[in-house]
């Protein structure tokens, strides 16, 4: 079984670089969101906020624990190719690096178009931020500083569950994000809905994104762009983010660029002040997406290649005990 895992977590990437997340088509985190909506609807009413948030955030979690364990369970009886076939097809949906590189390329493609409208409805798409308003030199900093973002929380946090615990707990950890991005916001409606759920995605993310930070590190060595840099920029902003994890692939991504980011941002047409990471060497300009997808597809790599030497060593340390 933990041969055909990890062979599971190759096919899946090798599906995400090709196919992506075509529109229309069934995916994990949509039927999670559906669940997530289902129950929020049913438990929103409630009086006690943080409690009635508190029974959604357990039952997401036992509902994808125990689906996903059945699913598999029953595939494994069957076949233990079926098992391949539905583990590489759930590996591929845990994974977004297509997605994020496809959805940040239209924001490139717009802004090299000259399109400074378009750009900002692109960047709508992926950001929480209002985009309305922003200039140029914003979206760019804006796209570069979710690129980096999400090379934590979207591709190597989940590969890390994965390499811990294999399907079944890197589709846990996509159920803690997909009820973090619904739910843990701190306006009126979600402060106390969703505080469980913001509460569990920082300590979900906790490890990843110190991992994804040295990573980047790693990949910005490989990659020609400025390691001495990122690592000042870690060491010194990494914990200035009032997020206890964003900022540490913030601040690498910022280092290895020599831009700054962060910055006043509106969220729900209300000014934030967010620390500046990085120190402003240069203006931000239209190339440094495609700067920031190349670390973010080096750290891609390189995190499946730790995966996949820790799975084989695991594999190994098994089979000399047989």
Known sequence: ????????????????LIIG????????????????SALE??????????????????????????????????????????????TSLLCWQILAARSLAEESKQ?????????LPASRRKLAM???????????????RAT???????????????????MLG??????????????????????????????????????????PARLSALIMLSACAVSGFSASGAWKIWRRDRRKHKSPNAGQPEAVMAGALGIALGGASRYGGVLIEKPVLGDPLRTAEIEDIKRA?????RTTVLTLVLVLVYRALLILLLASKI
């Open 1 to 16: 079984m933990l041969i055909y895992s990890t062979l599971a977590i190759i096919i899946g990437f090798l599906l995400d």
């Open 21 to 36: 997340d075509p529109q229309g088509w069934p995916h994990l985190v949509r039927l999670l969101g559906a669940l997530i």
């Open 41 to 86: 609807k049913a438990l929103y009413d409630s009086d006690r906020k943080r409690q009635a948030g508190t029974i959604l955030v357990t039952a997401v979690l036992f509902i994808s624990a125990a689906v996903s364990l059945a699913i598999l369970a029953t595939a494994w009886l069957l076949s233990p190719w079926l098992y391949l076939v539905v």
């Open 107 to 115: 924001v490139y493609y717009a802004l090299q178009n000259q399109d």
């Open 126 to 140: 992926i950001v929480g931020r209002d985009t309305s308003a922003l200039e140029e030199r914003d979206v760019v």
């Open 144 to 162: 570069v500083e979710t690129i980096a973002e999400n090379t934590a929380d979207g591709i190597v946090a989940p590969l890390f569950y994965f």
């Open 166 to 207: 294999g399907v079944p707990a890197a589709i846990i950890y996509k159920a803690i994000n997909t009820m973090d991005s619904m739910l843990g916001y701190k306006n009126d409606k979600y402060r106390e809905f969703g505080r469980r759920a913001a509460l569990l995605d920082d300590a979900a993310n906790y490890l």
């Open 293 to 297: 997808q190349t670390i973010m597809w």
